[in-house]
């Protein structure tokens, strides 16, 4: 009873607690000589502190009003069970983070990491990438614990992530290939957000100078161009990417977020000329994120800057489909992004 008490005080957010409260830890009612000895044991080794200034009850045995809880020393026994781990395990298996982490984390990982440890002892690291489901069945006998039940975050806990190389499931990348483009050593890519713009755009690709159209699904683009280089395994080329989607707090989010993963250009004459249109209404609940909404208006002048910012603040928004397919068109092949590549300079590159 004195463990189950010990288990369930390491859930208890409040640094000090009250006698009542320690009564209703207890799974059983206890009779007062059976509860009273449990807590003087946890008062013996420190797990609870007497709060002097509260004193205490005149039953025999007296116990305090109120306590503090000593959480290092509740730990203890937990901290010490780390440490032998540490020595049992490969040392591959790094156990850092459970020192700051409740003991269930560890508890419910703790099965895992013992599978993770004979994987590591039969057979090393592994020296071929391989799928998160295949991975996931060779370490832990379950293929969807990396990508569905938290198995990714353990490895990266324990430090493995990378050196178990892992390939991620991810959906494919959705593009057309310009063949006019493919001998080029430095080569231009257009994302575009939504698929009536990926539409409008694709019977000009190949009389424009973009070698791919992507067609980003959204925020699915800021996972699927992970396969960017599996799926267009050209080498020594230098890409560079251009993104054109929605100006609404979604849309912007949705490049910002992408930059992040990869140095991607605003097409800004897309933008430009959607600016021109009047703005329409309809994504009234779309949530601002004024990071992204920065680094998007710091690429424009003052004035459109403004433009922008008031206009999303008055509820309106700028959709793609606010041009037509021969504005599109005329759009990609009159714009010289050759030359805003150059303008740019080589730091956008991604090879």
């Not at 713009?197 to 000009?204: E, I, N, S, V």
């Not at 424009?208 to 996972?223: H, P």
Request: charge should be positive; aromatic fraction near 12%; charged fraction near 25%.
């Amino acid at each position: 009873m004195k463990k189950q008490l010990e288990e369930n005080l390491q859930h208890v957010r409040k640094k000090t607690i009250s006698i009542d409260e320690l009564e209703t830890l207890l799974p059983v009612r206890l009779t007062y000589e059976q509860f009273s000895e449990i807590i003087l044991q946890l008062e013996n080794d420190t797990i609870l502190q007497m709060i002097k200034s509260r004193g205490r009850n005149a039953r025999k045995p007296s116990l305090a009003h109120s306590y503090r809880i000593n959480k290092h020393a509740l730990q203890q026994d937990y901290y010490k069970q780390l440490q032998s781990y540490r020595f049992k395990y490969h040392n591959l298996i790094r156990l850092d983070a459970y020192f700051s982490l409740p003991q269930t984390v560890w508890e419910h990982d703790k099965p895992y990491l013992d599978k993770i440890n004979t994987f590591i002892h039969e057979y090393g690291l592994p020296t071929e990438y391989a799928a998160a489901p295949e991975r996931s069945f060779q370490l832990v006998e379950n293929e969807k614990w990396i990508d569905e039940q938290q198995g990714k975050k353990v490895l990266q806990r324990i430090q493995l992530w990378k050196l178990m190389k892992i390939i991620p499931v991810i959906d494919p990348l959705m593009f057309a290939i310009n063949p006019t483009q493919l001998t080029l050593s430095n080569q231009l890519h257009l994302i575009v957000e939504n698929k009536t713009t990926y539409h409008a755009l694709l019977p000009k690709l190949t009389k424009s100078n973009f070698a791919t159209l992507i067609y980003g699904a959204g925020m699915q683009i800021e996972k699927a161009i992970e396969n960017f280089h599996l799926q267009y395994p050209l080498p020594k080329v230098n890409h560079s990417f251009f993104y054109f989607g929605d100006i609404d707090y979604a849309g912007i989010a949705i490049w910002h977020r992408l930059y992040e993963k990869i140095p991607v250009k605003l097409a800004k004459s897309f933008y430009l000329n959607c600016l021109q249109k009047e703005a329409v209404y309809g994504k009234e609940n779309q949530l601002r994120q004024e990071e992204a909404l920065q680094h998007f208006v710091s690429y424009f002048s003052p004035s459109i800057q403004q433009k922008i910012t008031e206009t999303l603040a008055n509820k309106a928004y700028f959709p793609q489909e606010i041009l037509t397919t021969e504005e599109l068109q005329q759009i990609l092949l009159q714009t010289d992004w050759q030359q805003v590549t150059l303008k740019d300079g080589n730091r956008n590159g991604f090879n």
